[in-house]
C-alpha cells in the first residue's frame, strides 16, 4: 500500500481485531458489518418487525439528533428499554449507525462483502485436497479470470460511448468521457434521483452561495450546498461525495441552478474515473497474460484499424500507402512476436530451478500400512496343501469327486434291481430274495469303489 494506512476498516466485530486496529490504524475508522449486526438483531430479539425497524435506523440518512429520536421512537414501540443485547448495541452505535460515519469515506461499502464475495469466488476453483503445485496452479488460474473481466470493463470503458436517457444531455455526455462505464451508470440514477430535489432559497455570501433545497412530498427535509464562485467546488450537508466519492442529487441540482455544462473538477474522485490507473505501476509476469488477455487486444486493435480502413478505402492513393505501411508494420511486428517467444523460454529455462515441486515424502512412524501388499502370502490348496493351487482347480480333487459322481450313479441304476428279481424269481420266499438283493448291490457297491481306487492308482 505505499507505506499508507487505511482511511477505514470494516470488520465482523472480533474483539482482538478491534484492539490491534485501534493499535495499529488509530486515525482509520472502524466500522461494524452490517450484515452481521442485522444477523445478530435477528437472534438476540424475538419481536416481530424490530429487525426492520433496526434496519431504517441504522441507514438512516440524517444527523445524530434525528437517530436519537428515531431509536428512541422504536424502544417505546417495541417496549426495549431493559434489553440487554439492544443496550450492548447502542453503546456501539458510533460504529454502526450511519448518522455517526457521515463524512468518512467507505466507497459505499456497509459490510464486509468485498472479502466474502472473494472467499465464495476462491472456492470455486480451490478444494482442500490439492497439492501445493495444483494450489498454485489453480489460483494463478482465478487470478487470470479476474484479470481478464477487469480487462474486458476497461476494453468497453475506453472503446464504446454511453447512451444518454435524460434531458441534461451536455452535463451526462461529458459523465460519460470522465467515468468509468459502472460509474457512469451510478452517475446516472443520481442524475434521476435529482429530478425529485427543488430549489427553496439562495444566500449569495460573496465569494460563495449556498442554496437550500427541498425534495418533493417532503417539506420538512431540508438540504443545503455550499457552491464556490472561483473554483466551481460544492459542499453538501449529506456528506454523500465524502463518504462515497460520487456528486449527490443536491450537487447535480446546484449543477441546473448554475447551469454547467461540466461536473466541477472537485466533484470527480479519481478512483471512479477512467484515469484512476494512469499512475498506478502494474507489473505482469509473462505467465499471467493468458489467451483472453490475447483475444482483448486483438478487438482493441482490430476496433482500431477498422476507422483507417475505412478512409484509405476511399481513394487509390490512400489505399496503397495504407498496404505499404500495413506491410511494413505486419513484418515489424512478426519480428518483435518472435523475440519475445525467445525470450520468454530463455527465462523459462533460467527459472526451472525455482519451480514449485511436491515436498520429498518421508518415513514415517508407526507400522506401514502398505506391507501386506508387498508381502503377500502364496495360496494352498485347501485339500492337497500344495502351493499355487484352489480347491476348485486342484486335480486331484477334481479326479475324486468325478469318482464320487459315477458311484452315484451307478447306485442309482441299481434302484430298480429288487423289482427286477421279484419279478423273475416269482416263487421265491420274500426273505431270500431281500438278501439276494442286498448281497448284490454291496457287491456292486464294492466293485464300483474298487474300480475308483483302481482308476485313481493308474492315475
Not at 317 to 338: G, P, S
Request: proline share 3%; glycine share 4%; net charge positive.
Amino acid at each position: 500500500m505505499n507505506n499508507k494506512k487505511p482511511l477505514s476498516v470494516i470488520t465482523d466485530g472480533d474483539k482482538a481485531m478491534r484492539k490491534a486496529i485501534k493499535r495499529i490504524f488509530p486515525n482509520s475508522c472502524h466500522r461494524l458489518c452490517a450484515w452481521h449486526i442485522q444477523r445478530n438483531a435477528f437472534t438476540n430479539v424475538h419481536v416481530k418487525d424490530f429487525t426492520n425497524h433496526f434496519s431504517k435506523c441504522m441507514f438512516m440518512e440524517g444527523i445524530v439528533e434525528e437517530f436519537e429520536c428515531a431509536w428512541n421512537d422504536m424502544l417505546e414501540m417495541f417496549n426495549l428499554h431493559g434489553h440487554k443485547w439492544v443496550t450492548d448495541i447502542y453503546a456501539k452505535r458510533s460504529r454502526w449507525a450511519e448518522a455517526y460515519l457521515r463524512g468518512h469515506f467507505f466507497a459505499g461499502m456497509k459490510s464486509t462483502q468485498r472479502c466474502e464475495s472473494m472467499n465464495a469466488y476462491l472456492n470455486r476453483f480451490l478444494k482442500t485436497r490439492l497439492k501445493l503445485f495444483e494450489f498454485v496452479k489453480h489460483f494463478d488460474r482465478a487470478l487470470s479470470r479476474i484479470r481478464h473481466n477487469e480487462a474486458k470493463a476497461e476494453f468497453e470503458t475506453h472503446h464504446s460511448s454511453a447512451v444518454l436517457t435524460t434531458k441534461l444531455y451536455a452535463l451526462e455526455k461529458y459523465a460519460g468521457t470522465v467515468f468509468t462505464r459502472q460509474s457512469f451508470l451510478k452517475f446516472r440514477d443520481e442524475m434521476k434521483n435529482a429530478e425529485l430535489f427543488f430549489p427553496v432559497s439562495t444566500e449569495n455570501h460573496g465569494r460563495y452561495r449556498v442554496h437550500t433545497l427541498t425534495k418533493f412530498r417532503s417539506p420538512d427535509k431540508i438540504w443545503k450546498v455550499c457552491y464556490g464562485n472561483s473554483d466551481r467546488s460544492m459542499k453538501c450537508t449529506c456528506m454523500m461525495f465524502e463518504s462515497v466519492g460520487f456528486p449527490c442529487p443536491h450537487m447535480i441540482v446546484v449543477m441546473k441552478i448554475e447551469h454547467l455544462e461540466e461536473i466541477p473538477e472537485t466533484c470527480i474522485m479519481k478512483r471512479w474515473s477512467k484515469l484512476a490507473k494512469e499512475t498506478v505501476q502494474v507489473h505482469h509476469d509473462n505467465e499471467s497474460q493468458s489467451d483472453a488477455t490475447n483475444i482483448i487486444r486483438y478487438g482493441a486493435l482490430s476496433s482500431m484499424c477498422s476507422r483507417m480502413s475505412y478512409f484509405a478505402s476511399q481513394s487509390e492513393k490512400a489505399f496503397k500507402e495504407a498496404r505499404c505501411e500495413i506491410q511494413r508494420l505486419t513484418c515489424q511486428m512478426e519480428q518483435l512476436c518472435k523475440n519475445s517467444v525467445e525470450e520468454s523460454e530463455r527465462e523459462d529455462l533460467k527459472a526451472t530451478k525455482h519451480h514449485v515441486r511436491d515436498p520429498i515424502i518421508v518415513k514415517t512412524k508407526g507400522n506401514p500400512g502398505n506391507l501386506k501388499d508387498k508381502f503377500k502370502k502364496p495360496r494352498h490348496c485347501g485339500k492337497c496343501k500344495k502351493v499355487g493351487r484352489t480347491v476348485r482347480k486342484c486335480p486331484e480333487f477334481v479326479n475324486t469327486h468325478n469318482a464320487f459322481i459315477n458311484i452315484e450313479d451307478s447306485i442309482e441304476d441299481m434302484g430298480d434291481m429288487p423289482s427286477l428279481l421279484n419279478h423273475n424269481m416269482e416263487g421265491g420266499s420274500r426273505h431270500g430274495t431281500n438278501e439276494f438283493s442286498q448281497n448284490v448291490t454291496m457287491n456292486h457297491f464294492t466293485s464300483g469303489i474298487s474300480g475308483a481306487s483302481s482308476t485313481y492308482h493308474n492315475q
